[in-house]
């Protein structure tokens, strides 16, 4: 399998995306998934301006389905985040069903090529940005003068038959007017394979190399709490 169809089956399927008290479920290919809300998070709403600011810039190939914030920050609208969840899918898989052997298969292919991932993923990313920073730039008269995300690496954590779980570094730099920021984002994903659904889930934070082990234990458990859900 190649490097694009690694990354094309990385996740999902657009979906409908439905809140019911502590859960999210997702239904991609007409499959409803079950997702529980991280403890101490909440759905951030779609219709909020940084949720489809992110979901602005995010690769082409990559749907984002949910944000999940601390309560305070989504109440906040001048917050910024410095622990967050998402969830995405790949409308590419639309239909789609991915069988253990397959899904296996994609994440032979996924770890193999990890080394070249990150930078491959930085500078798609980055392209995916400088576009839309481009089109909003035409609209606003505060211009981002910067966003750019830098130094990616990416390495595997764990692996299991029906979830791949792999760490994260980039660094973020931002400048909008009097707005800078210069960070490095932690973040853990874990590809999981529901019901033969690809799902991916992701942990990020900004509070540099303190919250490591947070984000790794809290999305491992996050992983492993969805896989039990029906």
């Known amino acids: 399998m190649r490097l694009r169809h690694a990354l094309a089956l990385l996740l999902t399927l657009p979906s409908l995306l ?7 479920t997702l239904k991609p290919g007409g499959v409803a998934l079950t997702i529980p809300l991280p403890t101490g998070f909440v759905l951030l709403s779609q219709n909020d301006p940084r949720f489809l600011a992110t979901r602005q810039f995010m690769p082409a190939n990559i749907a984002l389905e949910a944000m999940l914030v601390d309560p305070k920050d989504a109440a906040d609208p001048k917050a910024n985040f410095k622990r967050y969840h998402m969830v995405q899918t790949m409308p590419e898989l639309n239909g789609m069903t991915i069988p253990p052997v397959q899904f296996k298969s994609m994440v032979d292919d996924f770890e193999r090529q990890m080394p070249a991932l990150g930078s491959a993923a930085e500078q798609t990313v980055n392209q995916q940005m400088s576009n839309q920073v481009q089109k909003l730039n035409q609209q606003r008269t505060a211009k981002v003068e910067k966003l750019k995300l830098g130094e990616t690496r990416m390495s595997k954590l764990e692996r299991q038959t029906d ?13 909008a007017g009097q707005k800078t920021m210069d960070a490095t984002v932690y973040g853990v994903s874990s590809m999981i394979n529901k019901r033969n659904k690809v799902v991916q889930l992701l942990s990020y934070s900004l509070n540099g190399p303190a919250d490591e082990a947070w984000v790794r234990t809290t999305n491992t458990q996050w992983a492993t709490t969805t896989l039990k859900q029906p």
Request: charged share 15%; no cysteine.
């Open 18 to 24: 439905l809140a019911a008290g502590n859960t999210l």
């Open 163 to 175: 979830r791949f779980t792999f760490q994260m570094w980039s660094r973020l730099q931002f400048k």
